[in-house]
């Protein structure tokens, strides 16, 4: 851990609230070896626009020429555009390289929240190396998060299932309908995100787990859930507001009828093709914010830094053929 705090203790902290390492850099995965890696930083802020200002004062060779712009340029293209995060990359510290994102903190309460673009909270659906503590009230989202994660999980799921099957859908979800899965990611993320990290996974999800009446945990390799039409119900309706927004869209276009939300989510709770409607209206989310966030970095991170960058990514993913 102080390895990660001295990283990112060349960053102006005043404004922050929250910040947590993620990644192969910070997080073990199977088969890989972390202190090799980049390690990937968001920090939360509660002024995006005084932290660029601070940032740019102590720290300009981290940013691309859109330096020249200022911090008030800089807030509103963070603010604006994409998942809401600025990313500097490819970042000099010491002998390892660091790449942060910058969001403040309303975008973050929305995405955790809202699922508004299962970008943050895709992160925080796993385990992370949180390097500022975040306060009560961060903290309560990010549980509110992994809860939000077990449902969705859990309605992908039959009424049988492993512990690891079910991690496997957790921490698949914010890779649902991503592009970089087809060309740019290690295709074997997910395996070696859940084969690395099965403790903290478990650490991180047993409490909800147990908070859940619905599900019983008999052995690692048995766990059931209450597959009835009430149940089913019941956790589509815990869904974040942006995940039901998709569903009702979505059927009420096939349908090509107008229902409100209620009517909707108890006509699919009766259905056999749950799975595939949550599954699509998570993909519907994410893959837009995918590609419009990657096409966001590249332009924060200039022409040299995102054509490294690249380079990396389509290395790992080549190797993972």
């Known amino acids: 851990m102080d390895e990660y705090q001295e990283l990112i203790s060349v960053l102006p902290l005043q404004t922050i609230d929250y910040a947590f390492a993620y990644g192969s850099g910070a997080i073990q995965q199977k088969d890989e070896n972390k202190a090799e890696k980049m390690v990937d930083f968001v920090v939360v802020t509660k002024d995006a626009q005084e932290f660029h200002r601070e940032n740019l004062a102590k720290n300009p060779q981290h940013y691309s020429l859109l330096r020249l712009l ?27 390289k660091i790449k942060y994102g910058i969001i403040s903190y309303e975008n973050a309460k929305q995405d955790l929240l809202d699922w508004r673009w299962i970008y943050i909270s895709g992160r925080l659906h796993k385990p992370v190396l949180d390097v500022i503590k975040p306060k009560d009230d961060m903290c309560d989202l990010v549980t509110e998060n992994r809860r939000s994660a077990l449902h969705s ?34 295709r074997n993320k997910i395996e070696k995100i859940v084969e690395g990290n099965y403790e903290e996974l478990m650490r991180v999800y047993e409490p909800l787990m147990n908070d859940d009446a619905r599900l019983s945990v008999m052995t690692p390799a048995k766990v059931i859930q209450d597959g009835s039409t009430t149940a089913i119900y019941h956790r589509l309706n815990l869904l974040p507001s ?15 009828r107008q229902r409100d939300a209620e009517e909707v989510i108890f006509s699919l709770a009766h259905r056999h093709d749950v799975a595939a409607t949550v599954e699509t209206a998570i993909g519907g989310i994410i893959r837009p914010t995918s590609i419009s966030q990657t096409a966001k970095n ?24």
């Not at 040299?304 to 990514?313: F, L, N």
């Open 70 to 96: 200022g911090p008030k340029c800089l807030e509103k293209i963070q603010c604006n555009f994409a998942a809401r995060v600025y990313y500097n990359t490819h970042v000099n510290v010491g002998k390892r």
């Open 153 to 186: 999980a859990l309605l992908l799921l039959p009424e049988s299932f492993t512990l690891k099957q079910l991690f496997h859908k957790i921490v698949g979800l914010s890779y649902t309908g991503d592009f970089r899965m087809i060309v740019g990611e290690d």
């Open 242 to 256: 942006e995940v039901l927004n998709r569903i009702q869209r979505n059927m009420n276009k096939a349908q090509k």
């Open 298 to 321: 590249a332009f924060s991170a200039g022409i040299t830094r995102s054509v490294i960058y690249s380079i990396a990514k389509m290395s790992k993913f080549l190797k993972s053929k």
